[in-house]
């Protein structure tokens, strides 16, 4: 419909003939903002008010008379979500809103490969330009604060140097096709349970060094071009309309010049919604209080009330034509864009791309006596246990919920990889979740078993003794309360008995290999009986042939931690200090009651906090193992001393000291010796990813600026750093750090 108006709209300009009358928001060699400017001016007030507010679930309208078509936005991050009906979440039941399911953004983040989330985002533009979205509602980069947050599988971590590098080539790749990313959800959205009632409290310096640089790279240096508001509150105010966050930290500290959409039913307030940043309004119930009236999108707070409101003298237009500069600005990068290709859906490039993103972000987390790879000419019988073996776990998880074209999962994985020359058995060993779908998608597979617990645990221990290598596949899925939108987990234990499940494996077999799949670490009370232990994330469309290939070790894993894996949760800084998740202010819980929660821990997040209170992980942030060995060297520095706007490079020699080739991570942490404020013991400042043959070596060069020394000074509301003694903490894990190098700050 859109490409229709828009020839016809220009077939009948150049009937005209000459291009001195196309307009000139038409004239696509006019500069972006005359082209604002003009078609701002030719617009009436009503078109003004339709295009900062919804008028299906996912999608607003555009300016017909002028030739700018409807907006469709999508979810976002994982894949393109299907079609929903025009005014309600269920299923448009298409045949042809299928999609290749990209592994989770944690997954993601694992690999530490700024290209391959560039060609994620590419991957995912292509896709959804094919099915005629214009923004995806992703990434997400909210920072991982607790293993028990719901969304944690949907965004990049707990640090914010390893999410700002991975979410800005993201950003990149998918709008590179004309496709506007929505980086969400900004910001500290960092709880599920009561997620609209929550009322984050943190010091400036939390804020400023923790929870936006992500947004601030993904804004700054990815320019995206949407941002989506939280739900939850900061400083009393909702984030979808947040003065402090929108208004003077997003559009006046940073320039922002594209939208802020709000989270959908996040807007709450005509008159905050009007003064306090928000441009475009999704996803709000009907009257903005209640759900169940349909097709009432002219009762959105930024539709009809508003435009009263203009009408009556409450407002002038001056707010009003800031929000529709930004959505016109949208529209001409997107819509409007003649440029942008046709796009592609489920091509092999992208299944392929999808493959190499699991590859890289399955972490190795444990192999002693080198368990793994498999040794094919010893596995003759493999007994793979586990729900997590067979379940689709493209479904589930709330808003990041997909269709996928196919999923393998990782017993067909194996099974394909393995072939018939091996006896694979399969054993259930837990049962999970038996039910399958969300909005209307169903996996369509059976999964119910009816055998007792200690049943499931027998039958798998009988046929554990006689394998020569049991492959576990548990951990988390989709399912409410577990990795999933809407709630937190309720503990940090794995559910559904696999603890004593896999207890009772590592007795009955030596050869046990346990893949955890989830996007959230998870207690290990059985870490040290355990032998070979393999994050697996949730893989997409691809998983079951991204985990075969490292298990056998056609692909040699090079993924990385993005965040802590504590032994316990009071070794996680909001639970030791009792700071999640919050307490309900003056006992007004209920639905119009506020939780007040306070991130006592400030700045000492993750890895910060490991070092603060001296805790040890059962698996550090940035561990990661490889099937070869690496051998770091010969740290040099550029300078002894770097000046206030100068730079410094670190070159470290890396030896591939194994058999296989294989990539490995060279991390760069700075200790600041002296400091006139506390500061955590080291910050992640630098990484490179780099490839090595056997025995093959390769200078790696990290170059850090001033900003790597910096911290935020609450008092100074300015980023600041001190003159003085700094050390470069060098290696491959942030518990492995061996080559130290000293500099001073001039
Ligand atoms: C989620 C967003 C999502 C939106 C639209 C909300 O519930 O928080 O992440 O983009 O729904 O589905």
């Given at each position: 419909m859109r490409r229709i108006i828009l020839s016809t709209l220009l077939v009948a300009l150049s009937a005209f003939g000459a291009k001195a009358q196309t307009p000139v928001y038409l004239d696509a060699t006019q500069p972006l903002e005359q082209r604002v400017e003009d078609a701002l001016a030719r617009m009436t007030l009503q078109e003004k008010i339709n295009v900062i507010h919804a008028q299906s679930k996912?999608?607003?309208?555009?300016?017909?008379?002028?030739?700018?078509?409807?907006?469709?936005?999508?979810?976002?991050?994982?894949?393109?979500?299907?079609?929903?009906?025009?005014?309600?979440?269920?299923?448009?039941?298409?045949?042809?809103?299928?999609?290749?399911?990209?592994?989770?953004?944690?997954?993601?983040?694992?690999?530490?490969?700024?290209?391959?989330?560039?060609?994620?985002?590419?991957?995912?533009?292509?896709?959804?330009?094919?099915?005629?979205?214009?923004?995806?509602?992703?990434?997400?980069?909210?920072?991982?604060?607790?293993?028990?947050?719901?969304?944690?599988?949907?965004?990049?971590?707990?640090?914010?140097?390893?999410?700002?590098?991975?979410?800005?080539?993201?950003?990149?790749?998918?709008?590179?096709?004309?496709?506007?990313?929505?980086?969400?959800?900004?910001?500290?959205?960092?709880?599920?349970?009561?997620?609209?009632?929550?009322?984050?409290?943190?010091?400036?310096?939390?804020?400023?060094?923790?929870?936006?640089?992500?947004?601030?790279?993904?804004?700054?240096?990815?320019?995206?071009?949407?941002?989506?508001?939280?739900?939850?509150?900061?400083?009393?105010?909702?984030?979808?309309?947040?003065?402090?966050?929108?208004?003077?930290?997003?559009?006046?500290?940073?320039?922002?010049?594209?939208?802020?959409?709000?989270?959908?039913?996040?807007?709450?307030?005509?008159?905050?919604?009007?003064?306090?940043?928000?441009?475009?309004?999704?996803?709000?119930?009907?009257?903005?209080?209640?759900?169940?009236?349909?097709?009432?999108?002219?009762?959105?707070?930024?539709?009809?009330?508003?435009?009263?409101?203009?009408?009556?003298?409450?407002?002038?237009?001056?707010?009003?034509?800031?929000?529709?500069?930004?959505?016109?600005?949208?529209?001409?990068?997107?819509?409007?864009?003649?440029?942008?290709?046709?796009?592609?859906?489920?091509?092999?490039?992208?299944?392929?791309?999808?493959?190499?993103?699991?590859?890289?972000?399955?972490?190795?987390?444990?192999?002693?006596?080198?368990?793994?790879?498999?040794?094919?000419?010893?596995?003759?019988?493999?007994?793979?246990?586990?729900?997590?073996?067979?379940?689709?776990m493209t479904v589930g998880g709330g808003s990041s919920s997909l269709k996928a074209q196919k999923e393998i999962s990782p017993l067909d994985g194996l099974k394909a990889r393995l072939g018939s020359a091996v006896h694979l058995e399969y054993e259930r060993g837990y049962v999970g979740d038996t039910t399958g779908n969300y909005n209307g998608v169903t996996t369509g597979q059976n999964l119910s078993d009816s055998r007792s617990e200690a049943q499931l645990i027998a039958d798998a221990v009988a046929k554990a003794r006689k394998a020569d290598y049991v492959i576990l596949f548990g951990g988390l899925n989709k399912s409410d309360y577990q990795d999933c939108e809407g709630h937190d987990r309720k503990q940090y234990e794995l559910p559904y008995h696999q603890d004593r499940l896999i207890e009772a494996l590592a007795k009955a077999n030596k050869n046990l290999i346990y893949v955890n799949i989830s996007g959230n670490a998870v207690a290990m009370p059985w870490v040290s009986r355990v032998p070979a232990i393999v994050q697996g994330w949730y893989g997409g469309s691809i998983s079951g042939e991204a985990l075969a290939a490292v298990l056998v070790g056609d692909a040699n894993p090079s993924g990385k931690l993005p965040f802590t894996w504590p032994a316990k949760l009071s070794d996680v800084g909001a639970h030791a200090l009792n700071a999640f998740p919050g307490t309900w202010r003056n006992g007004t819980k209920g639905r119009n009651g506020i939780i007040d929660e306070e991130y006592k821990e400030g700045i000492y997040v993750g890895y910060r906090w490991v070092d603060h209170a001296k805790t040890v992980p059962t698996f550090a942030f940035g561990h990661g193992l490889s099937y070869t060995t690496f051998k770091l060297s010969n740290a040099r520095i550029s300078a002894k001393e770097m000046t206030q706007d100068g730079n410094l490079t670190f070159t470290v020699t890396v030896t591939n000291t194994g058999k296989r080739a294989g990539q490995e991570v060279v991390q760069l942490y700075i200790h600041d010796a002296v400091s006139s404020l506390e500061r955590p013991y080291k910050e992640l400042k630098g990484f490179s990813k780099v490839s090595l043959q056997p025995g093959e070596s390769k200078e790696v060069e990290i170059t850090i600026d001033n900003s790597a020394l910096s911290f935020f000074d609450d008092k100074a509301h300015a980023w600041k750093s001190e003159a003085g003694k700094f050390t470069a903490l060098i290696g491959t894990a942030s518990d492995n750090l061996p080559l130290k190098v000293n500099f001073n700050l001039k």
């Open positions: 996912f999608s607003s309208a555009g300016v017909p008379r002028l030739g700018f078509p409807d907006f469709w936005t999508d979810d976002g991050p994982h894949g393109v979500r299907p079609d929903v009906l025009w005014d309600e979440w269920e299923q448009a039941g298409q045949s042809n809103d299928s999609c290749v399911a990209f592994p989770a953004l944690t997954c993601l983040a694992a690999t530490w490969n700024p290209g391959i989330a560039r060609l994620y985002g590419k991957s995912l533009g292509e896709e959804a330009l094919y099915r005629g979205k214009d923004m995806i509602l992703g990434p997400g980069v909210n920072i991982y604060r607790t293993p028990l947050g719901g969304r944690n599988f949907e965004y990049m971590g707990e640090d914010p140097y390893l999410a700002s590098q991975m979410v800005v080539p993201y950003v990149q790749g998918l709008q590179s096709n004309g496709v506007a990313a929505c980086v969400k959800h900004f910001a500290m959205n960092n709880d599920e349970e009561f997620r609209n009632q929550v009322n984050v409290v943190l010091s400036d310096r939390a804020l400023y060094e923790i929870y936006l640089p992500a947004f601030k790279a993904a804004i700054t240096e990815g320019k995206s071009w949407g941002i989506m508001g939280g739900y939850n509150l900061y400083k009393n105010q909702h984030n979808s309309q947040n003065e402090i966050l929108l208004n003077k930290i997003l559009k006046g500290e940073w320039n922002f010049d594209g939208v802020v959409v709000s989270d959908w039913g996040a807007c709450h307030s005509t008159d905050e919604a009007v003064k306090y940043g928000l441009d475009m309004e999704f996803g709000t119930w009907t009257n903005g209080l209640s759900a169940g009236t349909k097709n009432a999108y002219e009762n959105y707070y930024l539709s009809t009330p508003y435009l009263k409101a203009i009408q009556e003298g409450k407002y002038t237009t001056k707010e009003l034509d800031d929000k529709v500069r930004r959505v016109l600005r949208t529209f001409f990068r997107t819509t409007m864009n003649r440029q942008r290709p046709q796009g592609y859906l489920c091509s092999e490039a992208h299944y392929d791309a999808a493959r190499k993103i699991a590859e890289e972000g399955i972490v190795l987390l444990k192999n002693t006596k080198g368990v793994l790879p498999l040794n094919l000419s010893k596995a003759h019988n493999v007994l793979v246990v586990g729900e997590n073996a067979i379940k689709m």
